[in-house]
T-cell receptor
Framework: GQNIDQPTEMTATEGAIVQINCTYQ??????LFWYQQHAGEAPTFLSY????GLEEKGRFSSFLSRSKGYSYLLLKELQMKDSASYLC??????????FGAGTTVTVRA | IAGITQAPTSQILAAGRRMTLRCTQD?????MYWYRQDLGLGLRLIHY???????GKGEVPDGYSVSRANTDDFPLTLASAVPSQTSVYFC?????????????FGPGTRLTVL
């Protein structure tokens, strides 16, 4: 089976930077996705990594190391609207997405 | 409208009753999925369909069935609901099941089985 671990909760101050780590052990690898989910809403796509390295998209960046089974999502210049759950998901060898339990980020004023 | 719709938004159901959750997408995506989301467990795949006319089992398929008669619709049926099926159900779709294809999620159905 798949095993995807990420911290349960993180708290940060408005304007700060937060890094959400994700480690995974999967049968095969066809990419890693990050999704954002506000309370009571559907997950929405943030980023995709399939090669090692950093992908930057505005205030959000995502990093992948396939050899370490490790990724992180970096949120810069935090805003109150960034308070949400962030889901790490890995597409395994069977092309199915397996999700971590999610990290709830709370941004304080 | 563009995207994925789900119905109903929420439902309270007596144990033993049959229930069908509806999902429709208008993006002409080939692949569709059903997930359940439970506190502390994250999203778990119930069933999927890579293309119209085909379906497959995900991680937690027991007690659920699906059909994919056409590209747009992917209903999920609970033949005889049990309290452990209380959850939030999300339908999703993607252009295909390939590597880089992100999944788009519907708004979810909150189901309570008593």
């Amino acid at each position: 089976g798949q095993n995807i671990d990420q911290p349960t909760e993180m708290t940060a101050t408005e304007g700060a930077i937060v890094q959400i780590n994700c480690t995974y052990q999967t049968s095969g690898f066809n990419g890693l996705f990050w999704y954002q989910q506000h309370a009571g809403e559907a997950p929405t796509f943030l980023s995709y990594n399939v090669l090692d390295g950093l992908e930057e998209k505005g205030r959000f960046s995502s990093f992948l190391s396939r050899s370490k089974g490790y990724s992180y999502l970096l949120l810069k210049e935090l805003q109150m609207k960034d308070s949400a759950s962030y889901l790490c998901a890995v597409k395994g060898g069977d092309y199915k997405l397996s999700f971590g339990a999610g990290t709830t980020v709370t941004v304080r004023a | 409208i563009a995207g994925i719709t789900q119905a109903p938004t929420s439902q309270i159901l007596a144990a033993g009753r049959r229930m069908t959750l509806r999902c429709t997408q208008d993006m002409r995506h080939n692949a569709m999925y059903w997930y359940r989301q439970d506190l502390g467990l994250g999203l778990r795949l119930i069933h999927y369909s890579n293309t119209a006319g085909t379906t497959g089992k995900g991680e937690v398929p027991d007690g659920y069935s699906v059909s994919r008669a056409n590209t747009d619709d992917f209903p999920l049926t609970l033949a005889s609901a049990v309290p452990s099926q209380t959850s939030v159900y999300f339908c999703a779709s993607s252009e295909s099941s390939g590597e880089a294809n992100e999944q788009f999620f519907g708004p979810g159905t909150r189901l309570t089985v008593l």
